[in-house]
């Protein structure tokens, strides 16, 4: 009976310390399957590095449309990062055909609504239980439809990130059609124009009530953008403008050449800076290294965009109520589109032809990629 009473014991230890350990390999990308309520169906991926931080940050990295975690995972530094840095990484993956976000129903547009942003959310709580991960250390990025589920992260869940980074989106509630994983060619063309205060009342009916702490918001946008039209970055500027109480057109520094040659740094104010690239298409960098000083995983203050004394310069009144002056993409026939890139849709007028091995592959009718 007593041998019986201590086998029973070391059973229960066992299961307690079976469900308190990690249930992911480290240092590679592994699918977890039950990190709690998925109404939408998203697919959770997570990288762990080998030497976790104590109390690590989490970075939420949400790939683009015809992609998937695992091509998000390859394709960009921050799970290489992580394993200098004890930060973890959460890749979700989009449940639909073509794998674009649903950033256009009023369930993923809504705090806690079922939809996409709710499954994401839902996989931060669990990264935060699992590894005793800090909950002030929660950062968010995103490329095109990604990007777009990223401004739709910091609408919605404002509460979770301390910060974010967008490359080649939206504003938040711009693709909204009232129906899952809608496709709006308004938005995407750079015709959805609103004033700053309309696009800020779009956040915050996303999460009506919440006066709290927003997450500090860098836009990354190109030029020669033919997809997502160069004038959503200037809606995305006003949106968050709006948010924080700046105003719209008038940053505080222009930085030339930041983040990188030919790239112009528009810098707001602690929480919002916009960098917009002469000459980028969709198929937009991603400056990884600098999203970790954005965030505050490196470097030695939380935003230091706004801190760059021998580059800036004061534009008080400069008005930018315009994107910067656009390169105009090459017609079909005369480039070529390199791996990942967009090679079709419609009303797409840049190249058709991939460079070799890569082909044209259609995700939807709006979207072909090179790949």
């Known amino acids: 009976m007593k041998f019986s009473s201590f086998a029973s014991g070391l059973l229960a230890l066992g299961a307690s310390f079976a469900s308190a350990a990690e249930m992911v390999k480290r240092a590679s990308l592994q699918q977890v399957t039950n990190f709690g309520s998925n109404p939408s169906g998203v697919k959770m991926y997570i990288y762990v590095p080998n030497k976790l931080a104590t109390k690590p940050a989490i970075i939420v990295a949400i790939h683009y449309c015809s992609g998937t975690a695992s091509a998000f995972y390859q394709g960009t530094q ?64 995103g490329t095109s ?7 739709v992260m910091a609408a919605t869940y404002p509460e979770m990130f301390a910060a974010a980074s967008v490359y080649a989106g939206v504003p938040a509630g711009c693709f909204y059609t009232g129906t899952v994983n809608g496709w ?111 965030f505050g995983i490196t470097g030695n203050n939380a935003s ?28 079909n026939g005369e480039c070529t589109s390199q791996h990942w890139g967009q090679c079709g849709g419609n009303g797409w007028t840049g190249c058709t032809v991939c460079a070799s091995p890569y082909t044209c592959q259609k995700s939807n009718d709006w979207y072909s990629q090179c790949l």
Request: net charge neutral; charged share 10%.
């Open 184 to 294: 709006n060619s308004t938005c995407s063309g750079g015709k959805s124009i609103h004033t700053q205060q309309e696009w800020a009342n779009t956040v915050f009916n996303m999460y009506p009530g919440y006066a709290g702490k927003r997450p500090r918001i860098l836009i990354h946008h190109g030029s020669a953008d033919t997809t997502l039209y160069p004038q959503n970055f200037n809606e995305t500027l006003k949106q968050w403008a709006g948010v924080f109480g700046y105003t719209y057109g008038q940053p505080r520094q222009t930085i030339s050449n930041q983040p990188a040659s030919g790239w112009t740094k528009y810098v707001y104010g602690p929480n919002l800076v916009g960098d917009y690239g002469a000459g980028i298409t969709h198929n937009i960098p991603v400056f990884a290294q600098d999203d970790l000083e954005w």
């Open 78 to 141: 921050f799970a290489q990062l992580a394993d200098t840095h004890g930060y973890i990484v959460i890749y979700p993956e989009s449940p639909y055909s073509g794998t674009c976000w649903d950033v256009s129903s009023p369930a993923s547009l809504t705090h806690n609504g079922g939809g996409n942003s709710n499954s994401i959310a839902n996989m931060v709580t669990y990264t935060i239980k699992q590894y005793g991960a800090d909950a002030s250390k929660v950062f968010v990025t």
């Open 145 to 151: 439809s990604g990007a777009m589920m990223t401004n």
């Open 304 to 331: 230091p965009s706004t801190a760059a004394p021998t580059t800036t310069l004061a534009t008080s009144t400069k008005k930018t109520s315009t994107a910067p002056a656009t390169t105009s993409s090459a017609s």
